[in-house]
């Protein structure tokens, strides 16, 4: 059966340190999310990718994250540097465009995630 | 106040018993999610629906859009259910996806 795969599943870093992750969507899957997770709360989107483009970075805390999927299939997410509140599961999900759809009536399909603990 | 409230936050039953998990919304939706997480962090998404009822295995999902409150049932609950449940709605003035908190089930032998 076809998941989003992400890595490392687990990275402890330190303050002022860069970190990144990664996320191979389900081939085939045009569209693509990134959500931090902090403990006892609810998923909150950071990017959605359309295919390479960026559909909504609003919550994206730009002075120190960055999100790219270069060639419209995995993605990375950095930040730089690394805060203590920044500890937090970073989920991935991604869904496929069915055409005629609006892109909110697709089902996502989500990564195990990785847990970010900043020390 | 948040947009998609949950209730009970956290609830402990005992195998066997009828599992009810309530979500209200504020917001005009498109959609809405009912998702589940294992302590290892990884989200399945159970259920999307935009109306009525919608059964797999021994989950069932309702939504009554004008109330804007949607129920997660499981019968016959067993300790492998034991996740937290969330959640989540698809706003339709600008497809944005807004998450409860979830609910945090323990299932006891």
């Known amino acids: 059966e076809a998941e989003v795969a992400q890595s490392p599943r687990y990275k402890i870093t330190e303050k002022s340190q860069a970190v990144a992750f990664w996320c191979d969507p389900i081939?085939?899957?045009?569209?693509l999310y990134w959500y931090r997770q902090i403990l006892g709360q609810g998923p909150e989107l950071l990017v959605q990718?359309?295919?390479?483009?960026?559909?909504?970075d609003s919550q994206l805390p730009k002075d120190r994250f960055s999100a790219e999927r270069l060639k419209g299939v995995d993605s990375t997410l950095k930040i730089q540097p690394a805060e203590l509140g920044d500890s937090a599961m970073y989920l991935c999900?991604?869904?496929?465009?069915?055409?005629?759809?609006?892109?909110?009536?697709?089902?996502?399909?989500f990564g195990p995630g990785t847990r970010l603990t900043v020390l | 106040k948040n947009e998609v409230e949950q209730s009970p936050q956290n609830l402990t039953a005992q195998e066997g018993e009828f599992i009810t998990i309530n979500c209200s919304y504020s917001?005009?939706?498109?959609?809405l999610h009912w998702l589940q997480q294992h302590p290892g962090g990884g989200i399945v998404s159970l259920f999307m629906?935009?109306?009525g009822k919608k059964k797999h295995g021994r989950l069932i999902a309702t939504i009554n859009i004008q109330e804007k409150h949607s129920s997660l049932h499981i019968t016959a609950s067993h300790p492998r259910d034991s996740a937290v449940y969330i959640c989540?709605?698809?706003?339709?003035?600008?497809?944005?996806?807004?998450f409860g908190k979830g609910t945090r089930l323990h299932i006891l032998p």
């Open positions: 989540a709605v698809i706003q339709n003035r600008d497809d944005k996806i807004i």
């Open positions: 917001v005009g939706i498109s959609a």
């Open positions: 081939s085939g899957h045009a569209t």
């Open positions: 629906l935009s109306s």
């Open positions: 990718f359309q295919d390479e483009s960026v559909v909504d």
């Open positions: 999900a991604s869904s496929l465009l069915v055409p005629g759809e609006p892109l909110s009536y697709n089902e996502q399909f």
